[in-house]
């Protein structure tokens, strides 16, 4: 409880402090280059965001992009660091390219670009059925994610994410967010990216695309939900004791519930900013390790990058 209510009183200083007059300060167009390693050859696509203050592609980064291979996806790294080459060759086998963009806009500018760069590529074929969208901000995955897939292409959705949350409203996440066939071959999809301003501020971008996507594609028409639904959160917060400083709709469930929805739901990631900003106490840094240690995630992964500038 004492955690959540530090975590609340550091969010009030935090805004209280932060530099309002560049907020809503946008571009249009940013500089970029593309190296392209091979044609896009498989039905599923994928766009990695990344950042790196140090320019360094990180073992944790790598693992999760080898499961997605092992899914079968092409992945293009949409980064907003300068790599050098040793750090290029790292994942060189792993992609089909490499965007690098100037550091503006988020995660949603290097989506953004990349989309408009392999737009006609991507409509031209017809195979591709399924794009995901993700970044750089996540550990894992702790579970086989084709599990995951296989629930969520049952329920044929359109488009979901991981998770969804009900943190100032019910949104989807967008650190990994998963488009269809449908989607994919509407107009509607590629004029939310065309449209998509490059925001300097962070908040803008959570408050114009993070928190409308869900509701801007299901007033389209378009089905969509997250693996860990708002339903699933709800009977996990009513198994949990009582906790009236942490109403549902005040908290990331990524971050304030990472240790039920792991071990009750089968969550497969861990947000880098629950320790990054050192969010947990040193038992529960003890019991996350120990977690990870059970399910066989190596965890000097995580601790290396944690050891980095971010």
């Known amino acids: 409880m004492f955690q959540s209510i530090l975590l609340k009183i550091k969010k009030i200083v935090k805004s209280a402090l932060m530099d309002n007059s560049r907020r809503y300060e946008s571009k249009v167009a940013v500089n970029f280059q593309f190296e392209k390693f091979s044609e896009i050859s498989s039905n599923k696509l994928c766009l990695m965001a990344h950042y790196s203050s140090e320019g360094k592609i990180h073992d944790y980064l790598?693992?999760?992009?080898?499961?997605?291979?092992?899914?079968?996806?092409?992945?293009v790294l949409s980064t907003s660091s300068g790599l050098e080459e040793f750090e290029k060759k790292k994942i060189?086998?792993?992609?089909?390219?490499?965007?690098?963009?100037?550091n503006?806009?988020?995660?949603?500018?290097?989506?953004?670009t990349t989309f408009q760069l392999l737009k006609d590529e991507i409509r031209k074929d017809?195979?591709?059925?399924?794009?995901?969208?993700?970044?750089?901000?996540?550990?894992?995955?702790?579970?086989?994610?084709?599990?995951?897939?296989?629930?969520?292409?049952?329920?044929?959705?359109?488009?979901?994410?991981?998770?969804?949350?009900?943190e100032g409203r019910k949104?989807?996440?967008?650190?990994?967010?998963?488009?269809?066939?449908?989607?994919?071959?509407?107009?509607f999809f590629w004029n939310f990216w065309n449209d998509l301003k490059y925001y300097y501020d962070k908040r803008a971008v959570i408050e114009n695309y993070e928190m409308n996507l869900l509701d801007l594609f299901l007033q389209e028409g378009f089905?969509?939900?997250?693996?860990?639904s708002s339903d699933k959160l709800l009977k996990v917060v009513s198994s949990l004791p009582k906790d009236p400083s942490r109403p549902i709709n005040e908290i990331n469930p990524t971050l304030q519930m990472w240790e039920p929805i792991v071990r009750l739901c089968g969550f497969p990631f861990i947000k880098g900013?629950?320790?990054?900003?050192k969010m947990l106490s040193k038992e529960k840094e003890?019991?996350?390790?120990?977690?990870?240690?059970?399910?066989?995630?190596?965890?000097?992964?995580?601790?290396?990058?944690?050891?980095?500038?971010?």
């Open 104 to 112: 503006y806009g988020w995660d949603f500018g290097l989506w953004k």
């Open 171 to 187: 949104h989807l996440q967008s650190y990994f967010l998963v488009f269809g066939k449908a989607v994919i071959d509407s107009d």
């Open 62 to 75: 790598l693992f999760y992009m080898r499961a997605l291979r092992e899914l079968g996806f092409d992945i």
């Open 223 to 228: 089905s969509g939900a997250g693996y860990l």
């Open 273 to 277: 900013e629950l320790l990054r900003k």
């Open 92 to 102: 060189k086998d792993l992609t089909i390219g490499i965007l690098t963009q100037e």
């Open 126 to 166: 017809s195979k591709i059925d399924r794009i995901l969208v993700a970044n750089d901000s996540v550990y894992g995955p702790l579970y086989d994610l084709k599990q995951i897939f296989s629930e969520m292409e049952k329920d044929e959705m359109d488009f979901w994410g991981m998770n969804e949350s009900l």
């Open 286 to 310: 003890n019991d996350l390790k120990k977690l990870m240690e059970s399910i066989g995630y190596p965890f000097h992964m995580m601790e290396s990058h944690l050891r980095s500038k971010r």
